[in-house]
């Protein structure tokens, strides 16, 4: 089985109380992409400029992650800049540079269209339509997006909604889809714009699943809450939403079934996923892992929560 | 067995998007004493004024509550006004009147003496200190306090986590003790003034138990971690806390044996009975439960969080 995930392949540079680090490895697909070729093979469609090359290449063929999607444009690169000082939980932006982004029209390899996994990870939801609309053969769609495409893109996103089986955001940008602060209400809310699976991230709390009825099977249970790692030392938070959304995604993808109890699992995957990330900077600490240190810590989530 | 709670046996005037209520029957002794009633006997160490009467006493009696070390004094009972419009995870106090409870000498009654148990609700911590002193052969000690002791009254305080078994405080109340903003760390550092177990409540995201060596067996799991229920509508979150906590020891003190296992489903009851105490304005719902709704509540939670 195999991913194709659109999104932004970019540089960060991140200032956390743990240090700084200039012009990291980042973006989206690039977390997504490495957290999900632990599970299953993954392609990837994004626009790089000039400053990408054999260097940043070689962290995707190290995963064995297909990059013949990544398309090369003039000039610069993605470029964000951004600090969590006063919170961990929150970036605070300091400077956004689209550069070869800004005019990214997604392009899917051939080589690509049978891949039976689509994530749309966070871009315009024009491009996340249009890309989902050009791979019409695929089992299943997950997205993400942000609080900007929600206040000024509102009628674009609802179009994206529409044709996604499992949505991937955090409380505010739930709160904030829903008009509701109360969770079960907005995740009503929010399922009821199309996707038929929810996965809110609550950040170090953890993350809840919502689902109406399984692919499969009819589900008696509705939610399902996996817990996040207490870590030692959270060093970069960057890209711990994308590499959950990596981990869990990826998982559902190995499977044969889908199933509630593949669903649970891959919960716990995607928590096990962006715990990893927040260890060290940028996409540091994916790049070093290995599957048995995954599922140790698989098991360490188990014991957080199992009564028995 | 049984368990003496000393705290504020209260009238509280509240303020939710759900609605308003005045002078609800509140404090902190009475929900904590309502939700451990459902687990085994309890008795209750406070001061009322001339408001408190027959139809109060009649909420205690119906549950089977030892209300003979509530002290009766002139003047009114202690007050508190508040409101929840803006934050349901976080009270507006618009007015407290400490009345009778200004000049609290909590007496233990001799009846009381024989009490294996001892919760220690928030309340100035020199007289928490003076009750545990008064009760020396008591097997398990557990107590709550707030950011106001925390800030003001720190060395009295941290003569009472010398003496705690438990302390059950809240995610801020952590951080501020130990001057960290990292759970873990700051958990550390909480318990190496005092308590062996340590309960962080994160309001609706659940709550952390940690502790360093069980009762009476090794612990290899450190940390537990129990969900919050997801509820269609939070009417009134005043007391979710000490019902938490009531849920919580009031478990404990009903076991043989304290092993890492009944901790955590000592963790599973003390969410349960905090999400009941939500449902309603004040004591409400507390009042109106039954076991067998308590019980079914505890294998929801169970279906929210288990893999298989």
Same mark, same amino acid.
């Given at each position: 089985?195999?991913?194709?995930?659109?999104?932004?392949?970019?540089?960060?540079?991140?200032?956390?109380?743990?240090?700084?680090?200039?012009? +990291?490895?980042?973006?989206?697909?690039?977390?997504?992409?490495?957290?999900?070729?632990?599970? +299953?093979?993954?392609?990837?469609?994004?626009?790089?400029?000039?400053?990408?090359?054999?260097?940043?290449?070689?962290?995707?063929?190290?995963?064995?992650?297909?990059?013949?999607?990544?398309?090369?444009?003039?000039?610069?690169?993605?470029?964000?800049?951004?600090?969590?000082?006063?919170?961990?939980?929150?970036?605070?932006?300091?400077?956004?540079?689209?550069?070869?982004?800004?005019?990214?029209?997604?392009?899917?390899?051939?080589?690509?269209?049978?891949?039976?996994?689509?994530?749309?990870?966070?871009?315009?939801?024009?491009?996340?339509?249009?890309?989902?609309?050009?791979?019409?053969?695929?089992?299943?769609?997950?997205?993400?997006?942000?609080?900007?495409?929600?206040?000024?893109?509102?009628?674009?996103?609802?179009?994206?909604?529409?044709?996604?089986?499992?949505?991937?955001?955090?409380?505010?940008?739930?709160?904030?889809?829903?008009?509701?602060?109360?969770?079960?209400?907005?995740?009503?809310?929010?399922?009821?714009?199309?996707?038929?699976?929810?996965?809110?991230?609550?950040?170090?709390?953890?993350?809840?699943?919502?689902?109406?009825?399984?692919?499969?099977?009819?589900?008696?249970?509705?939610?399902?809450?996996?817990?996040?790692?207490?870590?030692?030392?959270?060093?970069?938070?960057?890209?711990?939403?994308?590499?959950?959304?990596?981990?869990?995604?990826?998982?559902?993808?190995?499977?044969?079934?889908?199933?509630?109890?593949?669903?649970?699992?891959?919960?716990?995957?995607?928590?096990?996923?962006?715990?990893?990330? +927040?260890?060290?900077?940028?996409?540091?600490?994916?790049?070093?892992?290995?599957?048995?240190?995954?599922?140790?810590?698989?098991?360490?989530?188990?014991?957080?929560?199992?009564?028995?």
């Amino acid at each position: 089985m195999s991913i194709t995930v659109v999104g932004s392949v970019a540089y960060d540079s991140i200032e956390t109380p743990a240090g700084r680090r200039e012009r +990291c490895l980042g973006g989206a697909a690039t977390y997504f992409a490495l957290a999900a070729s632990f599970f +299953c093979d993954v392609r990837v469609i994004a626009v790089v400029g000039d400053d990408f090359g054999p260097q940043q290449e070689a962290v995707f063929h190290a995963r064995n992650i297909d990059i013949r999607g990544i398309e090369h444009a003039p000039g610069k690169s993605f470029f964000w800049e951004g600090s969590y000082l006063d919170n961990l939980n929150e970036a605070r932006t300091h400077n956004t540079e689209l550069n070869v982004f800004a005019t990214f029209e997604p392009k899917i390899p051939d080589a690509y269209r049978d891949s039976e996994f689509l994530f749309l990870a966070n871009i315009d939801p024009v491009l996340q339509k249009r890309v989902r609309d050009s791979m019409p053969g695929v089992k299943l769609v997950a997205g993400d997006t942000m609080n900007y495409w929600i206040k000024d893109h509102r009628a674009a996103l609802e179009q994206v909604l529409k044709g996604l089986d499992i949505l991937l955001i955090n409380d505010t940008e739930a709160r904030m889809i829903a008009g509701s602060n109360n969770l079960l209400r907005a995740a009503r809310a929010v399922m009821a714009l199309g996707p038929r699976f929810l996965v809110v991230k609550h950040g170090e709390y953890g993350a809840t699943l919502f689902h109406g009825a399984s692919l499969q099977h009819e589900a008696t249970e509705r939610t399902f809450r996996a817990p996040a790692m207490l870590l030692e030392e959270v060093v970069d938070p960057t890209g711990a939403g994308d590499s959950f959304a990596g981990g869990f995604f990826g998982y559902l993808a190995a499977q044969q079934e889908l199933t509630p109890g593949t669903f649970r699992r891959a919960m716990f995957y995607g928590s096990v996923m962006g715990s990893f990330a +927040c260890e060290r900077f940028g996409t540091e600490r994916l790049q070093q892992l290995s599957r048995a240190e995954i599922d140790a810590r698989f098991q360490a989530f188990r014991e957080l929560t199992h009564l028995d």
